[in-house]
C-alpha cells in the first residue's frame, strides 16, 4: 500500500523513505524511524499500520548516508552492522536529524506531524521531541537517551522501556523519568525489541498495551 520516495536533505543529500497514505482523510502523519536493521520488512510494515488507522506515515532510511539501502534481518551478522552503522550516525547525529526534518516536510501537508521510533529509532524520536518540530513523539526503548538527558522536551512525549532490557538499566529510566515530569513514562515486565513480532524478545501483551498508549497520544494531539 506504500510507495519508496526519494527525499532531499537541507544539505542536498538524496535518501530513501517509505511513504503510506491513509484510503481517505487523514488524522495527520507520523514519521516511523527505524531500528538498526533500516527500512527493513517489519518497519514497512509498522508504517502500513499507521496508514490502515489514518494516518500518513513515513520511515525515513535515516542509514542511507553511510549505507545505501541497508535492510537488516535479526541475525548476529546483521546486527554488528547494524550497530556499526549507529555509531556512524550517532557522531553525526545533525545529519540524521537533518534527514527527520526532511521526512518531516514530505509529510507536512497532512496536518500535525508525530514521530515514534525503535531501539535507535526510539532514541532518535526522543532528540527529535527536544529539537525538531514535531507535535507528538514516542520512543520504545531508545538507548542513548540518557547521555542527552539535560535537553528539554518540547512536545507532548512517551517514552516506553523494558524492565528486562540489559541495555537500558533501570536507574537510568528513573533519570529520565525525574528529569523530564512532562514526559509519560512507562515500563513493561518485557525485554528490549518487545514491540517487534520478528524478534525473539516479543512480548504481545507489551506490544499490545504500549501500542494503545501509543495511538492515543497521536489521536489527541494529531487529531484531537
Known sequence: MGQDITLISSDGF???AYRCDPGGTTKGAIIVVQ???????????VTERFANVGYTAIAPALFDRWHKD???????DDMSVGRDLKAQA?????????DVEAARENVADAGKVGITG???GGFIAWMAACRLNVDASVAYYGGGIIDYNDEELK???????GREDASIPMVDVEVIEARHPSAEIFVYE????FHCDQRGQFNPRAANV?????????DDVLAG
Open 70 to 76: 541497508f535492510d537488516g534481518g535479526y541475525n548476529a
Open 190 to 193: 518485557a525485554d528490549h525489541g
Open 155 to 161: 512536545c507532548p512525549t512517551i517514552a516506553h522501556f
Open 118 to 120: 525503535f531501539c535507535w
Open 14 to 16: 538524496k535518501f530513501d
Open 90 to 98: 550517532n557522531a553525526e547525529l545533525d545529519k540524521v536529524l537533518a
Open 210 to 218: 504500549a501500542g494503545m498508549r501509543t495511538i492515543r497520544l497521536f
Open 35 to 45: 531500528e538498526i536493521f533500516g527500512v527493513n520488512r517489519h518497519i514497512r510494515d
